[in-house]
C-alpha cells in the first residue's frame, strides 16, 4: 500500500518565487513515486498537480488577527505612520502572519493524524508561516517534518548578509521550538543543516537531506524561445534574483576582458542577466545599453521560457555573494543538471554547489576574482568551439532524481 503524506505548504505556484517552483518540484516528485499525496496550500490560487489532492486554504476573515491587520493597515494610511516594525518587535509577528496562520490550523483541524505515515511543512522566504500552524498542533509532532529551506532567522545568516528583522528575539525563540517539536528536520543542503547545527544541537541532530527537484517542465522545444535569445552564439546565462548580496558586476567586467582578449568572441558570444536585479539598477541598465553583447532583463520572465533557455545556452551560472561559506542550494541547481549545460560556480568553495560539483571540477571561481572569471570564460568558450560541450553529470542526476527522494522519505516512516 502506498504511503500517505500530508503536505501543508505555503505557495505551489511556480509564477510566484523560486520557492514556489521549489515545493512544486518537491510535490511532484514525490507523487512520481506513487506516494498518496494531500497538499494543502496557500497559494492564493488554484493549483492543480496530475495525481495529488490540491486544497486551497482561503484567508480566514473571521479570526480577530484579520480585523486588527486590517485596523492596522488603515491606521498607518490615515496617520502615515508605520507602526509595524513596533508591533513586531513586540508581538513577534505581523497580525497578517498571525491571520495566516490561524487559518492553516483550521484547515489542519479536518484531518487526523492516524490517517498519515507523514506531514511536511513547506514554506517561502522568511515567513515560516506553515511551520508556525504546526508548532499549534501537536497531535502530528511525531510524524512532521519541518523543511527549512534557508537560515532562520535572518541574523543567523552567514556573512555577508547583514539582516536583523523586527522581533527577531521572538522569531528565534520561534524556530528553536520547531527544532525541539518536530520529529525530523528536512533541509536542502547538507551545508545548511551543519549550519543551522551551530545555534542548537536538535538541527543537526535531527537533520535530513531532501534535495531540491528537477522540474517536471514540458517536452524539449515546446516552448518558444524569446526575440532577445540568438541561437548558435556562445551563450552565457544567470537567471535568478540579484540581490544585494550577489554582484554581477565583476562577471560584466570579466566578460568585457574576455572578449577584448578573444576579438572573434565579439561576433558570436552573449551574456543574459535574466530576473529582479533593481538593487543593481540604474547601472546595470546602463551596461545593458552600451555593450550589445550583454542583454538585462527587466524582471522575472516566463518560467517555461527561462527553463528552456537553461538548456539552450552554452552554460549556465550559479552567482553567490562573496563569503567564507554558502550553506544554501540554489532551487534552481537541479534543473540546471537536468540540462546538461555545464555550470559555472560563481562562490566559495566552501558551499553546497561546490560540495556537490566535486573538488575537481573545472568551471568555478570566487565571485569577486575578475581574472579567474575572465580565464574560466575563456576555457568555456575554446571547449565550446572544439567539443560537445555538455555537464555529463549521472551522479547529480541521480541525486536529484525522484528515486533517491523516495529512498529517503522511505527510510523515514
Request: charged share 25%.
Amino acid at each position: 500500500m502506498s504511503k500517505k503524506i500530508l503536505i501543508l505548504a505555503e505557495t505551489l505556484d511556480v509564477d510566484s518565487s523560486s520557492a514556489g517552483k521549489a515545493c512544486n518540484a518537491f510535490i511532484k516528485s514525490l507523487a512520481a513515486e506513487d506516494f498518496y499525496i494531500i497538499a494543502y496550500h496557500y497559494s492564493h490560487k488554484e493549483i492543480n498537480i496530475n495525481s495529488v489532492q490540491t486544497i486551497l486554504i482561503k484567508e480566514n476573515r473571521k479570526d480577530i488577527y484579520y480585523f486588527l491587520s486590517r485596523s492596522q493597515r488603515v491606521f498607518q494610511r490615515l496617520t502615515k505612520n508605520d507602526i509595524s516594525k513596533k508591533m513586531e518587535n513586540r508581538f513577534g509577528f505581523s497580525f497578517t502572519f498571525k491571520n495566516d496562520v490561524n487559518g492553516m490550523v483550521k484547515a489542519m483541524e479536518h484531518e487526523n493524524p492516524s490517517d498519515y505515515d507523514l506531514i511536511i511543512t513547506l514554506s517561502k522566504g522568511a515567513s515560516y508561516r506553515t511551520h508556525a500552524a504546526l508548532l499549534k498542533l501537536p497531535k502530528w509532532h511525531n510524524k512532521w517534518l519541518a523543511y527549512i529551506h534557508d537560515p532562520y532567522p535572518f541574523h543567523w545568516y552567514p556573512p555577508p548578509y547583514e539582516w536583523t528583522e523586527a522581533g527577531c528575539v521572538k522569531k528565534e525563540w520561534f524556530f528553536v521550538q520547531i527544532a525541539h517539536k518536530s520529529k525530523w528536520l528536512g533541509y536542502p543542503s547538507q551545508r545548511l543543516a551543519e549550519w543551522m547545527g551551530q545555534f542548537d544541537n536538535a538541527f543537526l541532530k535531527k537533520a535530513v537531506v531532501l534535495p531540491h527537484q528537477m522540474p517536471r517542465n514540458k517536452t524539449e522545444n515546446s516552448t518558444p524561445l524569446p526575440s532577445f535569445y540568438l541561437k548558435d552564439k556562445f551563450t552565457v546565462l544567470h537567471a535568478g534574483n540579484l540581490l544585494k548580496q550577489r554582484n554581477p558586476f565583476p562577471l560584466i567586467a570579466a566578460w568585457k576582458r574576455f572578449l577584448e582578449e578573444i576579438p572573434e568572441a565579439k561576433k558570436c558570444s552573449q551574456l543574459l542577466l535574466i530576473g529582479p536585479s533593481s538593487y543593481h539598477q540604474p547601472k546595470l541598465s546602463a551596461i545593458h545599453n552600451t555593450i550589445p553583447s550583454i542583454f538585462v532583463s527587466e524582471g522575472n520572465m516566463n518560467y517555461e521560457e527561462v527553463l528552456q533557455m537553461e538548456t539552450e545556452v552554452t552554460v549556465n551560472i550559479v552567482l553567490e555573494a562573496v563569503s567564507e561559506i554558502s550553506p544554501f542550494l540554489p532551487a534552481k541547481f537541479p534543473g540546471l543538471v537536468k540540462a546538461n549545460r555545464p555550470i559555472f560556480h560563481l562562490g566559495p568553495v566552501n558551499s553546497e554547489s561546490r560540495r556537490l560539483l566535486g573538488i575537481d571540477y573545472e568551471y568555478v571561481a570566487a565571485a569577486d576574482d575578475v581574472i579567474a572569471i575572465k580565464g574560466t570564460l575563456k576555457s568555456c568558450f575554446v571547449n565550446w568551439k572544439s567539443n560537445d560541450f555538455q555537464l555529463n553529470r549521472g551522479d547529480l542526476n541521480e541525486y536529484f532524481s525522484s528515486s533517491y527522494l523516495k529512498k529517503i522519505v522511505d527510510s523515514l516512516v
